[in-house]
């Protein structure tokens, strides 16, 4: 198993491009996440995914949009970029029932924009 | 409201110094906590879970509900330690993770 894959693992925008950030497990997880990591304010959530079809917004889901067709994926797009949203983003995923099951992280995408 | 607390952004302690990680939490059921690590430019990797009450790595966690915390401890820190840890509370569909805390491990 490979796990959560993520691609690309370095990215560069500039302000106002538009991007997609790939996430795919092969765990058959039912929830998926993505968070951005940043200096002093950990980890963030910005939306997540409960199955295929089913997406909600966390806590930062301002100018990000997901959507999940399938179990498998769960992309990232940002509309527009900002230099706001220079930052790391995970991608995690769990199984949906089970108690004490963990998320599963990847290995992150460092996007700057310029 | 679900919140989770790592009062501690940065930590430093000698080599086989005793470590402490705070967390603390608000969460109104019955809490699931994980402590996570991630090692320099590295994803976070599941390091405890409450309920499986184990000893990885020499670092141990015990939930105190009377106080609603989860510290993360180890008798004698090591160089490879250095890391960030996280503290985090499962919700109801999505994970609350605290802000981190670095440790560092002087020689």
């Known amino acids: 198993n490979a796990g959560v894959t993520q691609t690309p693992k370095f990215q560069v925008l500039k302000t106002g491009q538009s991007m997609t950030l790939q996430c795919a497990q092969d765990?058959?997880?039912?929830?998926m996440s993505w968070y951005r990591q940043d200096p002093g304010m950990g980890l963030r959530l910005i939306h997540y995914?409960?199955?295929?079809?089913?997406?909600d917004q966390g806590e930062v889901p301002n100018g990000y949009n997901v959507s999940r067709s399938t179990t498998e994926d769960f992309p990232l797009r940002l509309l527009s970029a900002a230099p706001s949203q220079t930052s790391v983003y995970f991608c995690?995923?769990?199984?949906?029932?089970?108690?004490?099951?963990?998320?599963?992280f990847g290995d992150g995408t460092r996007l700057s924009i310029l | 409201a679900q919140r989770v607390t790592q009062p501690e952004k940065l930590l430093s302690v000698f080599k086989g110094a005793p470590v402490e990680l705070k967390c603390n939490y608000s969460?109104?059921?019955?809490?699931?906590l994980f402590w996570y690590v991630q090692y320099s430019r590295q994803r976070l990797q599941l390091l405890l879970r409450?309920?499986s009450r184990e000893s990885i790595k020499g670092f141990t966690a015990d939930l105190n509900k009377g106080e609603t915390s989860f510290h993360l401890k180890k008798p004698f820190a090591q160089e490879e330690d250095s890391a960030m840890y996280y503290c985090?509370?499962?919700?109801?569909?999505?994970?609350?993770f605290g802000t981190g805390t670095r440790l560092k491990v002087l020689a």
């Open positions: 995690a995923s769990r199984p949906g029932t089970g108690v004490g099951q963990p998320q599963h």
């Open positions: 765990m058959n997880h039912e929830y």
């Open positions: 995914s409960v199955g295929a079809g089913i997406t």
């Open positions: 969460y109104s059921g019955s809490p699931e």
């Open positions: 409450h309920i």
């Open positions: 985090a509370l499962r919700g109801t569909y999505k994970y609350i």
